[in-house]
């Protein structure tokens, strides 16, 4: 079992472009957490989702980031219009279910936004 | 809501003494609280979690619910263990959310 996945492991963008970051959970693994880290802080919960539902989105900022986790393939975040604010690690975690269970943790995507 | 507070960002010893990393927390309900590891170049990885009650590489901690509290101990430092550490806490209500500290580096120096 490869772990989690996550690609690019760096991202540099454009003030303006989107970004994609993806993650494929381990195998088995049916539900997916994304967190971000800004510079000198924690990590900070974003958004939870099992395939093709949101389940708790309450961490993700209300405009230009969406999630999605899909039937077939990995769990996407995106980001429209980013700007210098939205430079962070961005860590995805999978589990196999939702309660009682550790969560796996990817080795992030370093998005720089120049 | 729920915090999770580490008060060191940073914390050195030296090789063979004693480490206490701290970790306060505020739920209103029955949390779950877990250690996380981050060592160089490495993902996070989980330590250790209080229901196990069990020592991971030389590692404790303890939930005390009077002080709201669940430091990581080790009797004796050694230099494989500087790494970046995060409390982190899990809510009855909120699935395999976590909710993290800010994160201590340790550095134990030879």
């Known amino acids: 079992n490869a772990g989690v996945m996550q690609n690019p492991r760096h991202l540099v963008r454009r003030r303006g472009q989107e970004a994609r970051l993806r993650c494929s959970p381990m195998?088995?693994?049916?539900?997916v957490y994304w967190y971000r880290q800004l510079p000198e802080e924690g990590l900070k919960f974003m958004v939870y989702?099992?395939?093709?539902?949101?389940?708790?989105e309450s961490g993700m900022p209300k405009e230009r980031f969406s999630a999605e986790f899909p039937k077939e393939g990995p769990s996407i975040l995106r980001i429209q219009q980013v700007v210098r604010g939205d430079s962070a690690a961005y860590f995805c975690?999978?589990?196999?279910?939702?309660?009682?269970?550790?969560?796996?943790f990817g080795q992030g995507t370093r998005l720089t936004v120049v | 809501a729920q915090r999770v507070t580490q008060p060191e960002k940073l914390l050195s010893v030296f090789k063979g003494a004693p480490v206490e990393l701290k970790c306060n927390y505020s739920?209103?309900?029955?949390?779950?609280l877990f250690w996380y590891v981050q060592y160089s170049r490495q993902r996070l990885q989980l330590l250790l979690r209080?229901?196990s009650r069990e020592s991971i590489k030389g590692f404790t901690a303890d939930l005390n619910k009077g002080e709201t509290s669940f430091h990581l101990k080790k009797p004796f430092a050694q230099e494989e263990d500087s790494a970046m550490y995060y409390c982190?806490?899990?809510?009855?209500?909120?699935?395999?959310?976590?909710?993290f500290g800010e994160g201590t580096q340790l550095t134990v120096n030879p």
């Open positions: 739920y209103s309900g029955s949390p779950e």
């Open positions: 989702l099992q395939k093709e539902n949101i389940i708790d």
């Open positions: 982190a806490l899990r809510g009855e209500t909120s699935g395999s959310r976590l909710t």
């Open positions: 195998k088995g693994h049916s539900h």
């Open positions: 975690a999978s589990s196999p279910r939702d309660k009682n269970t550790e969560a796996f």
């Open positions: 209080h229901i």
